[in-house]
């Protein structure tokens, strides 16, 4: 049984759909303070309107301003943070000899850099307050396995899995714990945006079903299942790890 998020501070970014507000949901419902930081105005502020417990920021986290604007107004209003959950990212369903550099740079600029300012700056915070947090990065199973499409998408993901080992070993010694959830094919907004990027949103996703072993996609509620055990005092001895909850995708 997880403890109650009762006095807990999270920032979720973002949060404002699919996965990110699923996971939004559960820490809140759970006790939480939880603030959305997302580009989505729209679906972000009809998320914070369903609770008292969460509040939206408007951040693009390609933007460090914006990153420590959002993380600044926290401070000022909880004097706290404990829980980092770096979900925002694009999912450009591209080709390798397709991808643009501009394109490649903007995928590993939201996903990567991103996720690398929020997870620095909200690691500077916690350590400065003794704070023992917890911080859950996104990867995918697109880290370990490739594809036809994905290009720069699978680059981005391969390096949150590189990086989330290595800020777990760097951020030890504070008693910040560092793990990653990689998700297989889930039925988010971000999976129909892919699958209209192959020209025929339709078949893309049966193309996307024909790949899965439990021959359905997850559910946004069954990856915030696996953040919410990764954020709790029960995943205490669970440090660097990249957990897959991909429906068996990368074992078959
Ligand atoms: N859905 C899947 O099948 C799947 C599979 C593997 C990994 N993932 C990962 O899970 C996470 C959530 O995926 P999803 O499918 O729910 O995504 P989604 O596209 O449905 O939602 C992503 C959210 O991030 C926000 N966002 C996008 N760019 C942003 C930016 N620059 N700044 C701030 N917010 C921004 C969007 O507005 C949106 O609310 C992502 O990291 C994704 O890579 C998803």
New binding site residues.
Partial sequence: MEASLQGKVAVV?????????AVVRRLSNDGAQVIV????EK??TELAGASARVSFVR????DEKQILAVLDKVDSRFGRLDILV??????LNKPLLETTTEEFEQVMR??VT?SFIFLRESAKRMIAKGIPGAIVN?????AVVGSPGYLA?HAS?GAIASMTRAAAIALQPHGIRVNA???????????H??ARDTGDERRGLESFLALQPLKR??Q?EE?ANVVRFLVDEQASFVHGAVVMADGGYTIV
């Fill in positions: 970014t973002g949060g404002a759909k699919g996965i990110g507000a930081a997302d580009i989505d679906s972000g951040c693009d986290v390609s770096n979900d925002a990212a694009w999912q939201i996903n991103g996104f990867a995918s199973t697109f998408y993901k959830v990689a998700p297989g094919t889930v039925d988010t907004p971000g999976l945006d892919g996609f997850g946004p990856i």
